[in-house]
Nanobody, 124 residues
Framework: VQLAESGGGSVQAGGSLGLSCEASESIYRGCMGWFRQGAGKERDRVAIIRVGGSIRYADSVKGRFTISQDNAKKTLYLQMSGLKPEDTAMYFC????????????????????WGQGTQVTVSS
């Protein structure tokens, strides 16, 4: 499976951006997520979704970001609002296919497939 992110860019604090992650094939089972990595920082989980099921957000983005997947199960979205300078990072989508365990138990290294990333820059 290949993943390709799009939609990053530069925005002022308080603004909104939408990210998309298109998969090369439909994903019907497993976990998908958005991660971000700031300069000199570790890759952190932003939001995850069990395909067709539950969603979890990092505390830092709750109420501001929304993760969703289209009905065709080929595109993952991340709608971001109320952006803050600390949201500045490279954003990646990831997938772990055919996984029946808890998606919240997975760390970044557990995900099998990754996109190339898209930069989000929030200025104050």
């Amino acid at each position: 499976v290949q993943l390709a992110e799009s939609g990053g860019g530069s925005v002022q604090a308080g603004g909104s951006l939408g990210l998309s992650c298109e998969a090369s094939e439909s994903i019907y089972r497993g976990c998908m997520g958005w991660f971000r990595q700031g300069a000199g920082k570790e890759r952190d989980r932003v939001a995850i979704i069990r395909v067709g099921g539950s969603i979890r957000y990092a505390d830092s983005v709750k109420g501001r970001f929304t993760i969703s997947q289209d009905n065709a199960k080929k595109t993952l979205y991340l709608q971001m609002s109320g952006l803050k300078p600390e949201d500045t990072a490279m954003y990646f989508c990831a997938a772990k296919l055919a996984y029946g365990g808890s998606c919240t138990s997975l760390s970044a290294r557990d995900y099998t497939y990754w996109g190339q990333g898209t930069q989000v820059t929030v200025s104050s």
